[in-house]
């Protein structure tokens, strides 16, 4: 276990070393959720007046919590395009080579996705305070929220290292950010569940990112809904997906 | 002897060129192409509410949003093409073609050749599917020619954006870097609400003085309104004045590139 928390400690501290010599690392993940935090909040904010339309802490809240839940994703998949580039650099084989316990990467990696995007949620929450966001939630139920995002973090950045290490070339940058972004974006993202019409209603209703978003706005506005779900549907996911980043760092080792 | 190339011949050479190597990578075409689609298709579905609001032109946001994957394709070939003349900097092809008799106008045009390709494939397949998901357009068969004329107009706009910054940047790496900023250009636009209906007031004025928003509104025009000689004089307009300015400050970046000892 000593060797399994060395390699992982190493991994996580080269991880954080690169994002601070190399800013062009974190800007794209800081900017990305300023940007959606920005065009959603400010330029779609008339989306609160359709009727029926019910959120206490207003449209600014209701975006943050897609934000901030959004920066968390991208948080890992970002680290997937990392761990693609130390693929192609030959920098991950070399680590294989001298690594006692190799599922130590995994959870290195996933150690730096998190750390970084600590980072980001701080400045995007920020942000949010800064553009006026009304928070109802008490200190328990943020915990909650944070909870969330660092649920959602961890389970896409076990799907983008596995991908990542399946293939190992940063041509896979699209096979690992797209599904995560269409995923996302199939969850009520702009109005209530209940007001979203046809098949994006039909989609969002069995998505699962479903629960947890609308879990993440019920503990902001202080009036918790779905938070056992959305935990045990993250806790799922990342399970299934830890299954899947070990399969990849397997045909890693297989592929030499 | 050797026979004198013309300019045209040349430009044709290296568009023929830039086509087929826009045409050998499907990952060039499918991945630029599907992205805009699937924001149309959930935005076009999650935000179908918002025609509900007072003073919304039309009551049906598909129509109303169907310019958004005209001009985020566009984008995506600006992309593509700084992209791949950025590769033939990086590559040393430039300076190899500095050896022939090339001319820089002609290496600067015929890139765009392949941007042209992709946005005729583009903006054909955003019309069939508008068309296939029911949005009528009201401007009738005429408009739909103009739609697609406007269309490559400020995809060979953007390409030539696309151009000037790989010609001065010189990696491809800088470039995609650059997207996310294109990217800003169109979400802070009146792209996904129109500004009338926008709430937030500087929201409203940042829209108001993007370029980008006459461009979607132009081409939404046409589907949504009919014909609005301002709204298609602005787009075509500022469509033509990014290429101009693009391609005018392009041109010395690419001499300096093709520099002959």
Not at chain 2, 54 to 69: D, E, I, K, Q, V
Not at chain 2, 96 to 120: H, I, Y
């Amino acid at each position: 276990m000593r060797r399994f928390f060395s390699v992982t400690r190493a991994v996580a501290w080269r991880s954080i070393h690169n994002t601070i010599v190399n800013p062009a690392i974190i800007v794209p993940s800081i900017i990305f959720p300023l940007f959606f935090l920005v065009a959603f909040a400010g330029g779609l904010s008339r989306v609160s007046d359709i009727p029926n339309f019910h959120y206490a802490p207003g449209y600014t809240a209701f975006q943050f919590a897609f934000v901030f839940l959004q920066s968390a994703a991208f948080g890992g998949v970002f680290t997937g395009f990392a761990v693609a580039r130390d693929f192609e650099s030959g920098f991950a084989r070399r680590l294989m080579l001298g690594a006692p316990r190799r599922s130590g990467i995994i959870a290195g990696y996933a150690v730096g996705a998190f750390l970084r995007w600590l980072v980001v949620a701080v400045i995007v929450t920020i942000a949010a305070l800064i553009a006026g966001m009304h928070v109802d939630g008490n200190g328990i139920e943020l915990s909650g929220l944070i909870g969330l995002g660092i649920g959602m973090n961890f389970t896409a950045a076990l799907w983008a290292i596995g991908i990542a290490m399946f293939l190992r070339t940063e041509q896979a940058g699209p096979l690992i950010q797209m599904p995560v972004f269409v995923a996302l974006f199939l969850a009520p993202v702009y109005v209530p569940l209940s007001l979203l019409t046809g098949w994006v209603h039909a989609v969002s209703s069995v998505n699962p990112i479903t629960a947890v978003l609308e879990a993440g706005r019920g503990l902001l506005a202080g009036s918790p809904v779905k938070v056992a779900l959305a935990f045990a549907a993250l806790a799922g996911a990342a399970a299934l997906l830890g299954v899947f980043s070990r399969r990849g760092l397997a045909s890693a080792e297989r592929a030499g | 002897m050797t026979r004198q190339t013309s300019l045209i011949e040349q430009v044709g050479a290296v568009a023929r060129r830039s086509a087929k190597g826009v045409l050998r990578q499907r990952a060039l075409i499918i991945f630029p192409m599907l992205f805009p689609l699937i924001l149309f298709a959930i935005n076009g579905s999650s935000l179908s509410r918002v025609t509900e609001l007072p003073g919304f032109p039309t009551h049906s946001y598909r129509a109303f949003l169907l310019a958004f994957p005209f001009v985020q394709g566009a984008m995506f070939v600006s992309i593509s093409t700084g992209t791949s003349l950025a590769r033939d900097v990086e590559t040393g092809f430039l300076n190899r073609l500095a050896l022939t008799p090339l001319r820089s106008e002609a290496m600067l045009f015929g890139q765009l050749g392949g941007a042209f390709v992709l946005g005729c494939v583009q903006a054909v397949v955003y019309l069939l599917v508008g068309i296939a998901t029911g949005v009528d357009f009201v401007s009738g068969v005429g408009g739909v020619l103009v739609l697609l004329t406007l269309s490559l107009t400020i995809s060979f706009a953007f390409a030539s954006l696309g151009g000037l910054l790989a010609l001065r940047l010189g990696t491809g790496e800088a470039i995609q870097g650059i997207f996310p900023l294109l990217f800003v250009t169109l979400f802070l636009s009146s792209a996904t609400l129109p500004r009338n209906v926008i709430g937030t007031a500087w929201f409203r004025e940042v829209a108001t003085y993007n370029p980008v928003s006459y461009m979607v509104e132009g081409l939404r025009s046409l589907v949504i309104q009919g014909w609005n000689a301002q709204a298609l004089e602005l787009a075509f307009g500022l469509a033509l004045a990014l290429a101009a300015v693009s391609l005018a400050l392009a041109r010395p970046a690419m001499r300096s590139r093709l520099a002959r000892a």
